[in-house]
T-cell receptor, first 114, second 114 residues
């Protein structure tokens, strides 16, 4: 099944822990993204990678570190989790950064920090 | 800076009634506008984009550069249209090359009652 897949779907953890969310796309896209959807459903971009190169890094705490081992994968590692990190994190990909191709989203990872 | 505003957080209509989801944007360059939809328990997916000038599931949206708007319309709403709708903007330069980043509005939850 061709898609953007992210794991895990749900993640419940305690403050101070370190956790990772994985994302893979088999669409052959060059560009991948991480978005955060907060409790008010507001979607905001965090990072974007184009062919393993970081091209967008919004105002995100240093505790968040994306890693792209190849252009089909973009993982998100979060250190020292805080309560405010609770949100749904969406991975997405698009064909190229420079064209008008739409974004394809994963199902999201609901992170709950207690 | 890119900004997208969806003034209505919630919108309720009855089946068969016309529906309009408002979207206004702010961008000094040449924008690409999109509507994304998230049905219950499904991933966020592209509904339509202004460059395609298409009608999807009976929905249309016209880019009005004078009013900086990209409202989504459907003449006869159906119950299956109930979902969260996001308006999104991607900036590009004068040559039409996209900058990649997609900025979302706050989202509008549409509920269509029987």
């Amino acid at each position: 099944d061709t898609a953007v897949s992210q794991t895990p779907k749900y993640l419940v953890t305690q403050m101070g822990n370190d956790k990772s969310i994985k994302c893979e796309q088999n669409l052959g896209h060059d560009t991948m993204y991480w978005y955060k959807q907060d409790s008010k459903k507001f979607l905001k971009i965090m990072f974007s990678y184009n062919n393993k190169e970081l091209i967008i890094n919004e105002t995100v705490p240093n505790r968040f570190s994306p890693k792209s081992p190849d252009k089909a994968h973009l993982n998100l590692h979060i250190n020292s989790l805080e309560l405010g990190d609770s949100a749904v994190y969406f991975c997405a990909s698009s064909r190229k950064r420079s064209d008008n191709s739409p974004l394809h989203f994963g199902n999201g990872t609901r992170l709950t920090v207690t | 800076a890119q900004r997208v505003t969806q003034p209505e957080k919630l919108l309720s209509v009855f089946k068969g009634a016309p529906v309009e989801l408002k979207c206004n944007y702010s961008y000094s360059g040449s924008p690409e506008l999109f509507w994304y939809v998230q049905y219950s328990r499904q991933r966020l997916q592209l509904l339509l984009r202004h460059i395609s000038r298409e009608s999807i599931k009976g929905f249309t949206a016209d880019l009005n550069k004078g009013e900086t708007s990209f409202h989504l319309k459907k003449p006869f709403a159906q119950e299956e249209d109930s979902a969260m709708y996001y308006c999104a903007l991607r900036g590009s330069n004068a040559g039409g090359t996209s900058y990649g980043k997609l900025t979302f509005g706050q989202g509008t939850i549409l509920t269509v009652h029987p």
